[in-house]
Nanobody, 123 residues
Framework: QVQLVESGGGLVQAGGSLRLSCAAS??????????MGWFRQAPGKEREFMAT????????YYADTVKGRFTISRDNVKNTVYLQMNNLKPDDTAVYYC??????????????WGQGTQVTVSS
């Protein structure tokens, strides 16, 4: 089993930045070749793919809506995945979730999920 805990969410003005962290425990990420992903869900909307990274960090893939603004990275020594979010917009307001177990934009491919962290962007 893998346990995931997100942190770093909060309230920020449009144009600002936040860095989300996702700490994994229970299994060492690199030992099991886990890909990781970030998703978000706004009220009344479906869960939306943001970014994914392979187990070594050598490959990443982003949703078009965040490409060039968000950066996913990972530190397998610290068992942590990050999402650097720059130039935030009010439409980025959502609960952000990290997920483990796949390198995919499809949320159904991920067996492990964190509890989410709220990001609110004011205009």
């Amino acid at each position: 089993q893998v346990q995931l805990v997100e942190s770093g969410g909060g309230l920020v003005q449009a144009g600002g930045s936040l860095r989300l962290s996702c700490a994994a425990s229970g299994r060492i990420l690199s030992d099991y070749s886990y890909g990781m992903g970030w998703f978000r869900q706004a009220p009344g909307k479906e869960r939306e793919f943001m970014a994914t990274i392979n187990w070594s960090g050598s490959d990443t893939y982003y949703a078009d809506t965040v490409k060039g603004r968000f950066t996913i990275s990972r530190d397998n020594v610290k068992n942590t995945v990050y999402l650097q979010m720059n130039n935030l917009k009010p439409d980025d307001t959502a609960v952000y979730y990290c997920a483990a177990g796949a390198y995919s934009r499809n949320p159904t491919n991920y067996p492990y999920w964190g509890q989410g962290t709220q990001v609110t962007v004011s205009s």
